[in-house]
Protein backbone atom coordinates (compact mmCIF):
# COMPACT_ATOMS: atom_id res chain seq x y z
CA UNK A 1 0.00 0.00 0.00
CA UNK A 2 1.16 3.44 -0.75
CA UNK A 3 1.68 6.31 1.41
CA UNK A 4 -0.03 9.31 0.79
CA UNK A 5 2.27 12.81 0.87
CA UNK A 6 1.23 16.23 0.21
CA UNK A 7 3.65 18.17 -2.63
CA UNK A 8 3.41 21.50 -2.94
CA UNK A 9 5.33 22.39 -5.94
CA UNK A 10 5.23 26.24 -5.17
CA UNK A 11 6.54 29.10 -7.21
CA UNK A 12 9.44 30.15 -9.30
CA UNK A 13 11.84 27.00 -9.61
CA UNK A 14 9.62 25.33 -6.99
CA UNK A 15 8.09 23.08 -10.12
CA UNK A 16 10.88 22.07 -11.64
CA UNK A 17 13.06 21.19 -8.79
CA UNK A 18 9.97 19.38 -7.06
CA UNK A 19 9.60 17.49 -10.54
CA UNK A 20 12.76 16.29 -10.07
CA UNK A 21 12.78 14.73 -6.57
CA UNK A 22 9.29 13.26 -7.53
CA UNK A 23 11.19 11.27 -10.25
CA UNK A 24 13.84 10.04 -8.14
CA UNK A 25 11.69 9.02 -5.48
CA UNK A 26 9.70 6.92 -8.05
CA UNK A 27 13.57 5.75 -9.26
CA UNK A 28 14.61 4.82 -5.64
CA UNK A 29 11.08 2.89 -5.34
CA UNK A 30 9.96 4.83 -2.44
CA UNK A 31 6.11 3.83 -2.53
CA UNK A 32 4.42 7.43 -2.15
CA UNK A 33 1.40 8.34 -3.96
CA UNK A 34 1.90 12.41 -4.30
CA UNK A 35 -0.78 14.65 -3.54
CA UNK A 36 -0.68 17.73 -5.02
CA UNK A 37 -1.87 20.77 -3.17
CA UNK A 38 -1.13 24.77 -3.85
CA UNK A 39 0.73 27.21 -1.64
CA UNK A 40 2.66 30.87 -2.77
CA UNK A 41 1.37 33.39 -5.37
CA UNK A 42 1.00 30.32 -7.54
CA UNK A 43 -2.22 29.55 -5.37
CA UNK A 44 -3.93 33.31 -5.75
CA UNK A 45 -5.08 32.07 -9.02
CA UNK A 46 -7.62 29.45 -8.35
CA UNK A 47 -7.74 30.05 -4.56
CA UNK A 48 -7.23 33.77 -3.72
CA UNK A 49 -5.16 32.92 -0.71
CA UNK A 50 -1.35 32.25 -0.47
CA UNK A 51 -2.30 29.17 1.79
CA UNK A 52 -5.83 27.41 0.95
CA UNK A 53 -7.61 25.90 3.89
CA UNK A 54 -7.87 22.39 1.64
CA UNK A 55 -3.73 22.56 1.46
CA UNK A 56 -3.75 22.72 5.76
CA UNK A 57 -6.81 20.12 5.83
CA UNK A 58 -4.85 17.68 3.69
CA UNK A 59 -1.52 17.91 5.56
CA UNK A 60 -3.34 17.33 8.33
CA UNK A 61 -4.86 14.52 6.76
CA UNK A 62 -1.26 12.74 5.78
CA UNK A 63 0.55 14.30 8.52
CA UNK A 64 3.35 14.84 6.27
CA UNK A 65 4.56 17.16 3.16
CA UNK A 66 7.38 17.67 0.57
CA UNK A 67 7.26 21.74 -0.27
CA UNK A 68 9.03 23.92 -3.11
CA UNK A 69 10.09 27.12 -2.31
CA UNK A 70 6.65 29.71 -2.16
CA UNK A 71 6.79 33.21 -2.69
CA UNK A 72 4.52 35.32 -0.62
CA UNK A 73 3.24 38.57 -3.07
CA UNK A 74 4.55 42.11 -1.55
CA UNK A 75 1.85 44.26 0.03
CA UNK A 76 -1.43 43.13 -0.25
CA UNK A 77 -2.03 42.39 3.38
CA UNK A 78 -0.63 38.25 2.69
CA UNK A 79 1.08 36.79 5.27
CA UNK A 80 4.26 34.51 4.80
CA UNK A 81 3.29 31.08 3.32
CA UNK A 82 6.03 29.57 5.74
CA UNK A 83 4.94 31.19 8.58
CA UNK A 84 1.42 30.52 7.86
CA UNK A 85 2.17 27.01 7.89
CA UNK A 86 4.01 26.82 11.20
CA UNK A 87 1.62 28.06 12.89
CA UNK A 88 -1.53 26.29 11.66
CA UNK A 89 0.39 23.04 11.72
CA UNK A 90 2.28 23.41 15.21
CA UNK A 91 5.62 23.32 13.16
CA UNK A 92 7.40 23.95 16.30
CA UNK A 93 10.80 22.19 15.44
CA UNK A 94 12.83 23.41 12.40
CA UNK A 95 15.84 21.11 11.61
CA UNK A 96 18.75 21.85 9.13
CA UNK A 97 21.33 19.07 8.85
CA UNK A 98 24.66 21.16 7.07
CA UNK A 99 27.34 18.31 6.53
CA UNK A 100 30.52 18.58 3.66
CA UNK A 101 29.23 17.11 0.36
CA UNK A 102 31.71 15.51 -1.95
CA UNK A 103 32.88 17.31 -5.10
CA UNK A 104 31.68 19.95 -3.36
CA UNK A 105 34.89 22.50 -2.51
CA UNK A 106 34.63 25.19 0.08
CA UNK A 107 37.05 26.21 2.44
CA UNK A 108 35.54 24.28 5.26
CA UNK A 109 35.90 20.41 5.91
CA UNK A 110 34.49 17.92 7.77
CA UNK A 111 31.33 19.83 8.37
CA UNK A 112 28.76 17.88 9.77
CA UNK A 113 26.48 19.24 12.43
CA UNK A 114 22.56 20.22 12.72
CA UNK A 115 20.85 23.44 13.57
CA UNK A 116 17.95 22.82 15.42
CA UNK A 117 15.42 26.24 15.39
CA UNK A 118 12.36 27.36 17.85
CA UNK A 119 9.85 27.89 15.33
CA UNK A 120 6.53 29.19 16.98
CA UNK A 121 7.73 31.95 19.06
CA UNK A 122 10.27 34.62 20.07
CA UNK A 123 11.17 37.94 17.97
CA UNK A 124 8.69 35.84 14.98
CA UNK A 125 6.06 35.81 17.43
CA UNK A 126 4.96 39.48 15.13
CA UNK A 127 3.71 41.44 17.99
CA UNK A 128 4.50 44.92 16.70
CA UNK A 129 2.87 48.24 18.16
CA UNK A 130 3.16 51.71 17.25
CA UNK A 131 3.60 53.69 20.60
CA UNK A 132 3.98 57.08 19.03
CA UNK A 133 5.24 58.21 16.19
CA UNK A 134 8.49 57.52 15.46
CA UNK A 135 8.38 54.72 18.09
CA UNK A 136 7.50 51.13 17.47
CA UNK A 137 8.43 48.30 19.86
CA UNK A 138 8.34 44.53 18.87
CA UNK A 139 7.77 42.20 21.90
CA UNK A 140 9.51 38.96 22.17
CA UNK A 141 8.07 36.08 23.41
CA UNK A 142 9.29 33.07 25.20
CA UNK A 143 7.20 30.43 27.30
CA UNK A 144 8.41 27.28 29.24
CA UNK A 145 6.36 25.61 27.08
CA UNK A 146 7.71 26.21 24.13
CA UNK A 147 11.03 26.21 25.32
CA UNK A 148 11.03 23.04 27.18
CA UNK A 149 9.62 21.28 24.23
CA UNK A 150 12.14 22.47 21.56
CA UNK A 151 15.32 21.54 24.04
CA UNK A 152 13.35 18.07 24.57
CA UNK A 153 13.08 17.51 20.79
CA UNK A 154 17.11 18.42 20.05
CA UNK A 155 18.47 15.89 23.14
CA UNK A 156 15.70 13.19 22.00
CA UNK A 157 17.42 14.10 18.21
CA UNK A 158 20.53 13.61 19.12
CA UNK A 159 20.06 10.23 21.09
CA UNK A 160 18.31 8.92 17.98
CA UNK A 161 21.17 9.72 15.73
CA UNK A 162 24.11 8.93 17.73
CA UNK A 163 25.12 13.28 17.99
CA UNK A 164 27.51 13.64 20.74
CA UNK A 165 27.03 17.36 21.72
CA UNK A 166 24.30 20.33 21.83
CA UNK A 167 25.83 23.79 21.76
CA UNK A 168 22.61 26.42 23.18
CA UNK A 169 23.36 29.75 21.62
CA UNK A 170 21.73 33.17 23.63
CA UNK A 171 22.01 36.38 24.42
CA UNK A 172 21.04 35.88 28.04
CA UNK A 173 23.67 38.24 29.56
CA UNK A 174 21.43 41.12 27.74
CA UNK A 175 17.80 39.67 27.19
CA UNK A 176 18.17 38.07 30.96
CA UNK A 177 14.14 37.27 31.16
CA UNK A 178 13.72 35.89 27.57
CA UNK A 179 16.81 33.91 26.84
CA UNK A 180 17.34 33.62 30.27
CA UNK A 181 14.19 30.96 29.97
CA UNK A 182 15.43 29.25 26.91
CA UNK A 183 18.83 28.41 28.66
CA UNK A 184 17.17 27.37 32.06
CA UNK A 185 14.77 25.33 30.18
CA UNK A 186 17.67 23.71 27.67
CA UNK A 187 19.50 22.89 30.99
CA UNK A 188 17.03 21.20 32.82
CA UNK A 189 16.31 19.04 29.72
CA UNK A 190 19.95 18.09 29.73
CA UNK A 191 20.12 16.82 32.84
CA UNK A 192 18.27 13.99 31.91
CA UNK A 193 20.63 13.47 29.32
CA UNK A 194 24.01 12.38 30.87
CA UNK A 195 25.24 10.45 27.53
CA UNK A 196 25.41 14.13 25.44
CA UNK A 197 27.55 16.58 26.55
CA UNK A 198 26.11 19.86 26.96
CA UNK A 199 27.19 23.44 26.50
CA UNK A 200 26.03 27.05 25.86
CA UNK A 201 27.24 29.94 24.10
CA UNK A 202 26.32 33.73 23.89
CA UNK A 203 25.40 34.09 20.09
CA UNK A 204 28.03 36.51 19.14
CA UNK A 205 30.96 34.49 20.06
CA UNK A 206 29.50 31.30 18.81
CA UNK A 207 29.43 33.13 15.04
CA UNK A 208 32.64 34.26 15.49
CA UNK A 209 33.84 29.90 16.64
CA UNK A 210 31.51 28.66 14.25
CA UNK A 211 33.49 30.79 10.81
CA UNK A 212 36.42 29.76 12.63
CA UNK A 213 35.79 26.21 13.15
CA UNK A 214 32.99 24.90 12.34
CA UNK A 215 33.81 20.97 12.83
CA UNK A 216 33.88 22.06 16.32
CA UNK A 217 30.17 22.15 16.31
CA UNK A 218 27.55 18.96 16.23
CA UNK A 219 24.51 19.84 17.45
CA UNK A 220 23.65 24.18 17.92
CA UNK A 221 19.94 24.61 19.75
CA UNK A 222 18.29 28.19 19.01
CA UNK A 223 15.48 30.28 19.75
CA UNK A 224 13.89 31.44 16.63
CA UNK A 225 15.28 34.31 15.26
CA UNK A 226 18.57 32.92 16.21
CA UNK A 227 18.28 29.89 14.09
CA UNK A 228 16.97 31.43 11.66
CA UNK A 229 20.23 33.71 10.79
CA UNK A 230 22.51 30.70 11.97
CA UNK A 231 21.36 28.41 10.48
CA UNK A 232 21.79 30.54 6.77
CA UNK A 233 25.29 30.85 7.78
CA UNK A 234 26.22 27.58 8.13
CA UNK A 235 24.91 26.51 4.80
CA UNK A 236 27.77 28.87 3.50
CA UNK A 237 30.46 26.59 4.94
CA UNK A 238 29.05 23.48 2.12
CA UNK A 239 28.15 25.75 -0.47
CA UNK A 240 25.35 27.41 0.07
CA UNK A 241 21.11 26.89 0.44
CA UNK A 242 21.28 24.79 -2.76
CA UNK A 243 22.96 22.08 -1.15
CA UNK A 244 21.23 21.76 2.78
CA UNK A 245 17.71 20.70 3.29
CA UNK A 246 15.38 21.53 5.65
CA UNK A 247 12.69 20.19 7.90
CA UNK A 248 9.53 21.80 9.77
CA UNK A 249 8.23 19.38 12.78
CA UNK A 250 5.33 19.39 15.04
CA UNK A 251 3.91 16.61 16.97
CA UNK A 252 1.41 15.52 14.57
CA UNK A 253 3.08 17.05 11.03
CA UNK A 254 5.81 17.35 9.13
CA UNK A 255 6.50 19.34 6.23
CA UNK A 256 10.00 19.05 4.30
CA UNK A 257 11.37 21.65 2.31
CA UNK A 258 14.03 23.04 0.05
CA UNK A 259 15.10 26.29 2.14
CA UNK A 260 16.22 28.72 -0.45
CA UNK A 261 13.76 31.17 -2.75
CA UNK A 262 11.84 30.21 -5.27
CA UNK A 263 14.35 32.15 -8.02
CA UNK A 264 11.94 33.94 -10.23
CA UNK A 265 14.78 34.89 -12.35
CA UNK A 266 15.95 31.35 -13.69
CA UNK A 267 12.21 30.24 -13.45
CA UNK A 268 11.40 27.68 -16.73
CA UNK A 269 15.15 27.76 -17.75
CA UNK A 270 15.98 24.42 -16.65
CA UNK A 271 19.07 25.33 -14.30
CA UNK A 272 18.04 25.22 -11.17
CA UNK A 273 19.90 23.17 -8.76
CA UNK A 274 17.13 20.22 -7.39
CA UNK A 275 19.55 18.74 -4.93
CA UNK A 276 18.54 20.64 -2.17
CA UNK A 277 14.55 19.38 -2.52
CA UNK A 278 16.16 16.07 -3.42
CA UNK A 279 17.94 15.97 0.17
CA UNK A 280 14.82 17.61 2.07
CA UNK A 281 13.16 14.28 0.42
CA UNK A 282 15.12 11.96 1.62
CA UNK A 283 14.77 13.30 5.34
CA UNK A 284 10.93 12.92 4.60
CA UNK A 285 11.51 9.37 3.71
CA UNK A 286 13.40 8.58 6.41
CA UNK A 287 10.78 10.24 8.76
CA UNK A 288 8.53 7.93 7.44
CA UNK A 289 10.66 5.29 8.19
CA UNK A 290 11.24 5.96 11.74
CA UNK A 291 7.40 7.31 12.66
CA UNK A 292 5.79 4.03 10.55
CA UNK A 293 8.41 1.69 10.01
CA UNK A 294 8.12 2.34 6.01
CA UNK A 295 10.87 -0.02 5.18
CA UNK A 296 10.50 0.65 1.37
CA UNK A 297 10.93 4.68 2.47
CA UNK A 298 14.22 3.45 4.60
CA UNK A 299 16.08 1.83 1.46
CA UNK A 300 14.29 4.32 -1.03
CA UNK A 301 16.66 7.30 1.10
CA UNK A 302 19.62 5.06 1.25
CA UNK A 303 19.64 4.45 -2.58
CA UNK A 304 18.97 8.51 -2.83
CA UNK A 305 21.42 9.64 -0.76
CA UNK A 306 24.53 7.42 -2.02
CA UNK A 307 23.70 8.12 -5.40
CA UNK A 308 24.36 11.60 -4.90
CA UNK A 309 26.75 11.47 -3.18
CA UNK A 310 28.65 9.19 -6.35
CA UNK A 311 27.21 11.79 -8.61
CA UNK A 312 28.77 14.83 -6.83
CA UNK A 313 32.25 12.81 -6.02
CA UNK A 314 32.19 12.08 -10.04
CA UNK A 315 32.64 15.89 -10.30
CA UNK A 316 28.49 15.72 -12.28
CA UNK A 317 27.22 19.41 -10.68
CA UNK A 318 24.90 21.76 -11.60
CA UNK A 319 25.91 25.63 -13.14
CA UNK A 320 25.46 26.96 -9.53
CA UNK A 321 28.15 24.87 -8.23
CA UNK A 322 30.20 25.35 -10.91
CA UNK A 323 29.53 22.51 -12.97
CA UNK A 324 27.15 22.43 -16.60
CA UNK A 325 24.62 20.47 -15.93
CA UNK A 326 20.80 21.68 -16.18
CA UNK A 327 18.40 20.44 -13.78
CA UNK A 328 17.31 17.61 -16.34
CA UNK A 329 20.66 16.34 -16.81
CA UNK A 330 21.40 16.32 -13.51
CA UNK A 331 18.31 14.33 -12.62
CA UNK A 332 19.35 11.80 -15.24
CA UNK A 333 22.06 11.23 -13.35
CA UNK A 334 21.21 10.77 -10.22
CA UNK A 335 18.55 8.05 -11.66
CA UNK A 336 21.64 6.46 -12.76
CA UNK A 337 23.52 6.56 -10.25
CA UNK A 338 21.17 4.64 -7.96
Not at 15 to 30: D, F, I, Q, R
Request: proline content about 3%; some cysteine; glycine content about 8%.
Amino acid sequence: MSTQVVLIPGDGIGPEVTSSAVALAEAAGANIEWIRCHAGESALESHDDVLPEETIDQIRSTRIALKGPCTTPLGGGYASVNVQLRKSLNLYAAVRPVRSLPGIHTRYQDVDMVVIRENTEGLYSGIENVITDGVITSLKVATETACTRIAEFAFEYARARGRRKITSLHKANIMKLSDGLFIRCAKEVAAGYTDIEYEELIIDAACMKLVQDPSKFDMVLCENLYGDVVSDLCAGFVGGLGVVPGANIGRDQAVFEAVHGSAPDIAGSNKANPLAVIMSLVMLLNHLASTRSDQAAAAAADRIKAAYNKTLESGSLTMDLGGRLDTTEFTDVLIGNL
